[in-house]
């Protein structure tokens, strides 16, 4: 019996690379108020920046005072000392604390920032750190236009998702509302999943996208009224769009050629 007990080891005893990968499971509050206080060496161990490479505060956003929120996420992100992998946090209320997590997180692979205050010129400013990120969820930030959609698709060379869904009172409020489309043209070729919900956009800014992304699997386009697109005619001309669930569309004319 000794014997066979001898071939276990004791939680405490095991490598810290193991327990940071088991932590990685837990919730955030968890890891924050639990985790510390079992012993020295699970304290030592959830303080190790690999326990931190992927943060959720989506969750918390809403329960959260702008300042609380924009504190721990600081906190957080101190923590992951540049491991940081992926990021998830709703209603970002200023440009600081965007810049602050551009500054410190050069690994960022997903950032998803539905909801939030962040600007233009920010975006444009801060766009060359974001040079690793993947995904990009964008959705309900009515403070950015084409000059950030733009300035991303410059510099994110690998990003093969956008989610830039917007509410419809948002959308029609902007003066050019086609100017993101042709920006994601532009300068995204390698996309593979495009969410544009709920803009003002043509039918001619669909099939422009459709041309400039050859990659592109999934268009979701809920909610743009103005967009009249034929399934059959889709999957004659672009046999790698999956026209399923993933494609949306609110009229069933084909476009004129």
């Known amino acids: 019996m000794e014997e066979e007990q001898s071939e276990f080891r004791h939680w405490d005893e095991l490598l810290p690379d193991v327990l940071g990968l088991i932590f990685t499971n837990l919730s955030l509050q968890e890891l ?54 992926r990021l998830h946090v709703s209603g970002l209320k200023n440009d600081s604390i965007f810049s602050f997590v551009t500054e410190n997180a050069g ?6 920032l539905p909801h939030s205050k962040i600007s233009d010129s920010i ?3 801060t766009a060359p750190r974001l040079s690793t990120v993947t995904f990009l969820d964008l959705s309900y930030c009515p403070k950015i236009g084409a000059q950030a959609i733009e300035a991303i698709g410059k510099h994110c060379k690998l990003l093969v998702t956008l989610c830039r869904n917007m509410y419809s009172s948002d959308s029609a409020g902007k003066v050019e509302p086609e ?27 669909v099939l422009n996208i459709l041309s400039s992304c050859p990659q592109l699997k999934h268009l979701v386009i809920d909610g743009c009224p103005q967009v009249k697109l034929d399934r059959k005619f889709l999957k004659e001309k672009y046999p790698k769009l999956k026209t399923g669930e993933a ?8 476009p004129s050629q």
């Open 123 to 125: 975006v444009e400013q």
């Open 107 to 112: 690994s960022l692979q997903v950032l998803r």
């Open 179 to 205: 100017d993101e489309a042709n920006a994601i043209a532009a300068t995204m070729p390698r996309l593979k999943h495009l969410e544009l919900g709920f803009h003002l956009i043509s039918t001619e800014c």
């Open 247 to 254: 494609l949306h569309l609110w009229s069933s004319t084909v």
């Open 32 to 85: 924050l108020t639990i985790i510390p206080c079992v012993c020295k060496s699970w304290r030592k161990t959830v303080g190790d920046p690999h326990c931190w490479q992927d943060i959720d505060l989506d969750e918390w956003s809403c329960r959260w005072q702008p300042h609380q929120l924009d504190r721990m996420l600081r906190m957080l992100v101190r923590r992951s000392s540049g491991s940081l992998r």
